[in-house]
């Protein structure tokens, strides 16, 4: 009995570990929040900086906006704005200066220091 649900189990984690490794899984993003930043202070940082100006934020009152896209169930995105692997360094390289990765697309730098750019990309990993 208990050998059986072992081997299984072992075979449960050698999948889930092949599945991350092929780099197109479906949730690269399984940061844990907690360990990028304060989520809730991230929160508040969305409506201070006006992301909802141009995107949809899902728990963000008034951030509704269809300007940029929508950052629905982003803890499951692949890339950031199609460029970089979603993880959290490079959502803070995003947040902290969108430019310099697609130039002139219509997001600008809003001069957002580290601690506040972990804070808010802490938040979007709670957006499942
Ligand atoms: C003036 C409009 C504007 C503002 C303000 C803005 N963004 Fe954006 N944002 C965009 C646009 C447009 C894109 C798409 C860029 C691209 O894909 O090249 C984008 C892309 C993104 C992405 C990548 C989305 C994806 O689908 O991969 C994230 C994350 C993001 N923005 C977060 C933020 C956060 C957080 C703030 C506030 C600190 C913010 N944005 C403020 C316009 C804006």
Not at 32 to 57: M, N
Not at 92 to 101: G, L, Y
């Amino acid at each position: 009995m208990w050998g059986a649900s072992n081997r299984l189990l072992f075979c449960a984690s050698l999948f889930t570990c092949a599945a991350a490794s092929v780099g197109c899984s479906k949730s690269p993003g399984t940061a844990d929040p907690r360990q990028v930043g304060d989520p809730s202070r991230g929160a508040g940082l969305i409506s201070w900086y006006g992301c909802g100006a141009c995107h949809t934020v899902p728990g963000i009152s008034g951030a509704n906006s269809l300007v940029g896209p929508p950052l629905t169930h982003f803890a499951q995105r692949g890339y950031v704005a199609g460029m970089l692997r979603n993880t959290p360094d490079n959502l803070v390289r995003w947040i902290r200066d969108p430019q310099k990765i697609v130039p002139g697309n219509a997001m600008p730098a809003l001069g957002i220091d580290n601690r506040d750019a972990r804070d808010i990309a802490a938040y979007l990993y709670t957006i499942d």
